[in-house]
Nanobody, 124 residues
Framework: QVQLVESGGGLVQAGGSLRLSCAAS????????MGWFRQAPGKEREFVAS????????DYTDSVKGRFTISRDNAKKTVSLQMNSLKPEDTALYYC?????????????????WGQGTQVTVSS
């Protein structure tokens, strides 16, 4: 049984930092992309960042480039998202995701597994 368990969300002031972690278990993830999506109230779930489990190549949505960094630890089977210079518009429920993409972009329709979500709230 595949599990993705997020941690690290919370409340932070604008300009602050948070680090999200996702612990993956239940299978090998060769060929998978691991990533983060977010969903704000009243909005659709959107892609934030992803990383290839095999090659380490990364992808970011434009609004977080230069502020967020995704990384992985293959030995520990964890994926992290370091979020700096946070803005109120980053407030959302953040989901860890995994999809067998073979190098293609991790879009929502390619996600095979979702975590339960962790709340990030940025106050102004």
């Amino acid at each position: 049984q595949v599990q993705l368990v997020e941690s690290g969300g919370g409340l932070v002031q604008a300009g602050g930092s948070l680090r999200l972690s996702c612990a993956a278990s239940g299978r090998t993830f060769i060929g998978y992309a691991m990533g983060w999506f977010r969903q704000a109230p009243g909005k659709e779930r959107e892609f934030v960042a992803s990383i290839s489990w095999t090659t380490g190549s990364t992808d970011y949505t434009d609004s977080v480039k230069g502020r967020f960094t995704i990384s992985r630890d293959n030995a520990k089977k964890t994926v992290s998202l370091q979020m700096n210079s946070l803005k109120p518009e980053d407030t959302a429920l953040y989901y860890c995701a995994a999809g067998l993409t073979y190098g293609l972009k991790l879009s929502a329709n390619r996600v095979d597994y979702w975590g339960q979500g962790t709340q990030v709230t940025v106050s102004s």
